[in-house]
């Protein structure tokens, strides 16, 4: 491989090389033995650097973070995608969807819980998200929808809860007003 082309690689949570080959490092290994990444980020690590280097050149600009499943929703968090063309993103969406993995959705990475709690229940419209202190010291999201936008969300409400949990790191619960 040429020198130029090693600043051009996707960024992913495993090496590039393990990501083209599906065989971990000792690096990538051991952080697959503390669970700072899962077996289900080295697969979509794999097949989106498949897709890169067959159809999608593209994916270069985009950095994947983090993958979640949930029923059969694949949630993939990333960053950068608003540099590629949405329309890239639902053919890789799509061949993903052929491979096996559910219905797949792209979240831009946000600080902003509000911003990740949309792009998931999207086109239902969100209100508001609070956080609820609980006696314990702990807390909790609590995200609000129109009642009428329930039957737009486009997953069940539990999916939806469990995604948004695992993305958030807080229990989430999701509340129709």
Not at 35 to 46: A, F, K, R, Y
Request: net charge positive.
């Amino acid at each position: 491989m040429d020198n130029w082309r090693c600043y051009l690689l996707m960024k992913l949570p495993i090496c590039y090389f393990c990501a083209r080959t599906k065989v971990l490092c000792l690096k990538d290994l051991k952080r697959l033995e503390k669970g700072e990444i899962s077996q289900l980020d080295v697969d979509i690590s794999n097949e989106l650097v498949l897709l890169k280097e067959k159809k999608y050149s593209s994916l270069d600009n985009l950095t994947f973070v983090r993958a979640h499943k949930s029923d059969n929703l694949l949630v993939l968090m990333v960053r950068n995608s608003d540099k590629l063309n949405r329309n890239i993103l639902i053919k890789v969406s799509r061949d993903l969807e052929r491979k096996g993995y559910g219905r797949v959705r792209f979240v831009e990475e946000s600080a902003e819980p509000r911003k990740i709690v949309e792009q998931i229940v999207s086109p239902s419209r969100v209100l508001g998200v609070d956080i609820l202190w609980l006696p314990d010291g702990s807390s909790q999201f609590t995200v609000r929808i129109p009642h009428r936008d329930a039957r737009r969300m486009p997953v069940k409400k539990e999916v939806a809860e469990d995604i948004l949990t695992k993305l958030l790191g807080k229990y989430v619960r999701i509340v129709f007003l």
